[in-house]
Each structure stands twice: as structure tokens, then as C-alpha cells.
């Protein structure tokens, strides 16, 4: 049934038939403890027979400070499912044997992330440590005879490690690093002195070979996709992505590379100076297929789906003429079908690819946010993860739940669902946004609102239980969450996505006040008690703003780039810095002054929480203690919340803890008072 719409001008708002929840002794509000206890479903795998789906649950701990993953097993046809492993450390990463009758998998509960094997037939028995590699393992993938498996793992790069700290510090050790290259760290994790690359783990012995001895990362740190090493169905081919350039930091030249199963003869399959990645052999296989951004530098292109002919080099695109972007994708057993994850106007939707004709047809969509597609020897039925903004993650087949880890807890919490709604913006396009009203709304109040900005600056806000900016969570304090997705956004066509680069300041910032004018004039709105809040570029916007308007009453930048031309100077990936100003600042000033939020300080008024992390490496701490200076220099009231052991997320259980706590109650200082008390 589609959805009716009620039209205000050149505003829609959907109308539900469904009342809003009226809190009862059975439903209450979500806590920050209810939402650090919901389990975390992930990573399904169908068995080759499409019997059994083994896939992962996370626990997060408080008193631990840390999640602790098992495996699970479902039967597809009964509905059942029950816990695979047990023991210290975490297990992820399940991946079924060709044959189906052993389950490799990863855990840490020995000598740190090994591979082991788990027999999946008649009694079953104790797992077994197959892998010794120094630094751990990741992301296995067998290989079709069973016998082996391709891992990913870090070494000392070069292998006789850091001779010059050796050779100044003799035998007086010290924590200090030397390094001549640029992406000397990425994300949280020091780079320097380490190369990451594909062993070849006999399941017979344990012996691992290095496939990949080269001065390179394989996979590609950096621009990579989701797996970026497969194994032809014969077993004589390998191929990866790699960044074949020496130098890393400023360009996305990720090729797919190929090798023969010993690992000799690697050599580029594409050329193009854009990020190419996620190679997939076809089953039968013909095809080599991966995912391209075509432009050089650019982060954020579109993703096509590309199939090169095996035999004869004939390379065709699978996705011409769409707009939109692949996120990800699995073949057919028959091979004459893809299908693909991509996202779709705030949602996450699958499709399917037929080959040759190329025709793509909508088979999972609608709502929520679908991924982790595998598919059952028949080539229809689909195994998948579907979650929205009221239900987290559970396991999907065939348009019915399989898994139930949250529906106890979600039962007894009043969870509204987004409502969408759109309005003209910059450019004159059509913008779109969600809105959330809080539990037991009553129309006859106002209520304080909360405006959500989304990162990247290319993402967007989906219909998802998200991990990090959960909308219910702001809700739950009697707030309206809105959250829009303004130009640069993704899901609404490559055009609109390409439109945020070089205009960081102005049709985003247009985008966000004319929304902010539609919302304003909902009468269960009050205009008076306005909030911001928002992380990465969202966090720039929320810098961007408090120069630029004063109808916000309290702002919160998480991990926000206060200082363009500083960001560009101490952030890893450099492209990205490049690609969105025009180039670097020594070449393109005037982009990064006219764009900073430091040159429009001077009017800021509005209270600010500022919050940002030692590890974060994309986004230095330095933009958050530039922009907390100001602020307290300007007169401006400021609160700094600083994470010593986060990147550029907030992941350890007693860290999100901290910092729901802190947004809340500083959104709650400037909002709340008088805020449920008046009626229209």
C-alpha cells in the first residue's frame, strides 16, 4: 500500500494511520543503558546448501568496557537458532568451507585474532587454532579445494624493522617512531613501519606464506571495499585491490589486481586513476566483476558495478545510466544475476542484476536499511540484515524475520518511527529529511527540537537503529529529532552528492535553514528552543552555523573541522582535503579562508559542547581545541569533552556511556526549561 501524503505547499509530510505510542506502565522511554545492552547482529553467512546461517552477535559490556562477539547458527527452515561458540575473546568473521562441513572463523581467544576451524557435521567438536601469524588475521576466504585460506595480516615492513631507532638507541628502548612517507597513520592506527598483506594459511600444518612481499599494502588501506581479496573458482587465481602507487596519501589510484595462486605473476587488471575495488569471481567463472569510482581523488564518486571478460579482457558496465551507487553485491550460483545493496533516498535497498540484458529490478525495499545479502542455491531466496530507526539489526529470509536477539527489549520501549518529509532547497531541488516525535507525544504541546548534520560531508541520514547518532536516543529526552539530507548527501543521485564540494558553506547551510524554516512553523514545534548538533562535517556545520545565525539556543561539534587549512595539513588521506577545496592549501587559499568557520568566529554567541579524541587522525584533536579556545576567548559559553583513548568514533561502552550523558544534559541546559510546559 503506498503511502498517502499530505502536501503543504511544497512540503510534504506523510501521513501515518498508525496513533503515536502513549507511554504505559508496558512501554517507556529508551535509556542509555537499554541502548549499550541491545545485542548487535552481524555478518551473516548461508551455507553452500542453503540450510544454515552461521552469523555473529555483540555484547557490550560495561564492567568489561568492550564487546564480546559469538557466533550463531540458524536454521533457515525451522526458524531456530542457538549459539555456535563460547569462551575467552570474541569470534567473528564466520565463513563456510566449499564443502559446507567446517566453519572458518576468527577469535582472539589466543595469541590474539587467529583463524580456526570448527567441524559443522555429525558431533561437531572443539574448535581448532589453525593460524600463528604474528600480528593476527582477518577477513579469511578458503579456498575452493578446502584446502587452505587467504588472511589478511600486518608485518614489520621493512622486515628488519626500524634500523635507524635500533641503531641510535642501541640497548636503550624507547616508544618513538621514524618514518619518510606520507600515511604514516590512518583512521586510530600508526602506520608507519607496518604493510598489510595476503598469506596463504595451509589448513593442514597452520604454515602461512606471504603471497604478497611487496612494499605495498594488499588490500589497500585506504578507498577500499567491502573484501578485497577472492579466489577464482578453479583455485588458480587471485585477485586483490591495490594501491599501486608509491605514494598513498594523495591519490585513490586503487587498482584490481591478479596473481596466480602461488602469488607470482601479480599484475594491474585496471588502470584507471580512480578507486577501483571489491573484485567477485563469478561462480562459473567467466566474469571477473568489482566496483569502480571513476574520477581521480574523489572519495565519494559513484560506484559502478564493472564485469571484465575473463577471457578476451572485454570490460562492460552493469549499472549505466543509474545515478545512484552500488554499496554492495553478490552473484548468483548460476551466475547469470547480481545482486546489489544500494542506497536509495535514506533507505538501503537490493536489487537485482540480470546478465546479459542488464536489467535491474527491486526485489528487497521500501523501509529500513537491508544488507549482508547472501543467496540460496536456488538464486532467489535471500539471506539478509534488515534494521530501521525502531528495531535494531536482525537477521531476514525471504521477507521474514529469522532472528529475534532485540524484540524483547524493543517491546517494552516506546519508539516512534521516522516520518519523512521534504521541502525546495538550494538550487531549487527537492531536499528530503526525516522527523521523530518523542515518546507519548501529545500534539496539543511544543516541544524543543533537535537538528541533526550528518558527516562525511558525503552520507546520509538512513532509516537505521544507528550505532553511533541513534535518533531515538535524543527522543527519549522529550525532544523532536529532525535530520535532513542536504546537498553533498548520498541516495539521491550522483549530481546532488558531487553538489557539496568547494560549497561547504553555502547550499548545505541553505539546504539546513529552509528546512529549518518548514519545521519551525510545525505547530508542536518550539521555534524558541532550538538545538544542533552534529560530527566530522557535521561538526564543521555546527562551526559553520554558530558564525552564521543565532536561532539555535545550544550547539554540540563532534570531532568537527574547525580550521580548513589546518585539517588539511594534518589529516591522512590528503586527496580528500584536494578534491574539496580545489587543492591544497599552498594552491587553493582563498577556497579554504572563504569555507572556514576560524574567520567567522568572532560572531559566535551560541553555547557550545565540544567534543573530540586523541586517536582521531582524520579530523586532528587540534580543530576541537582551536575552536574550544575561541569560544572561551570570545565570552562564549563552552564545555570540551575529551576522549584519550577514541578515534573518531566513541566505540568503548563506558566512553558512549559518557558521552550520551554529556550531549543529553548539555541539549537539556539550554532546552528544556519551560520547553513541555506551554500548550497552542
Known sequence: MKRLLVVLGCVTFPFSPFPFPVLSSQQRALTVDDYLALPVVGDPQLSPDGKWVAYTVTHYSLKENRGTTRIWLADVAGGTSRQLTAGPGSDRQPRWSPDGRTLAFVSTRENGPQLWLLGMSGAGGEARRVSSLADGVSDPVWLPDGTGALVTSDIKWPPSGDQEIDRRNGEYPTEARIWTALMWRHWDDWRAGKRQHVFLVSLADGTAKDLTPVDHDVPTIATSGEGDVAVAPDGKEIAVALHGDSSVADNTNVDVFVMSADGSGLHALTTGRGADNTPRYSPDGRWLAYLSMERPGFEADRERLMLVEREGGRTLEATTGWTLSVGSYTWCPDSKCIYATVEERGRENVYRIDLPSWRRSLVIGSSGVNTGVSVAPDGKTLVYLHQSATH???????????????????????????EEFGFRGALGDSVFGWLLKPPGFDPSKQYPLVYLLHGGPQTAWLDLWHARWNYQMFAARGLVVAAVNRHGSTGYGQKFTDAVSQHWGDYPYEDLMKGLDVL??????????????????????????????????ALVAHDGVFNPASMAGSTEELWFADWEFGGPPYASRALYEKWSPLNFARNW????????????????????????????????????LYFPDEGHWVLKPRNRRLWWGTVLDWLDQYLRPQSLTGTR
Open 392 to 418: 535494531p539489526a536482525e537477521l531476514w529470509v525471504a521477507g521474514r524475520q529469522l532472528s529475534h536477539h532485540s524484540d524483547a527489549a524493543v517491546a517494552g520501549l516506546a519508539l516512534s518511527p521516522l
Open 520 to 553: 519551525a512553523r510545525l505547530p508542536y514545534v518550539d521555534s524558541t528552543r532550538l538545538g544542533a548538533a552534529g560530527a566530522s562535517y557535521g561538526g564543521y556545520m555546527v562551526y559553520w552555523i554558530a558564525g552564521h545565525t543565532n536561532r539555535f539556543k
Open 605 to 640: 554567541k551560541t553555547p557550545i559542547l565540544i567534543v573530540h579524541s586523541q586517536l582521531d587522525y582524520r579530523v586532528d584533536l587540534s580543530e576541537g581545541y582551536q575552536a574550544f579556545t575561541a569560544a572561551k576567548v570570545l565570552g562564549v559559553p563552552a564545555k570540551f
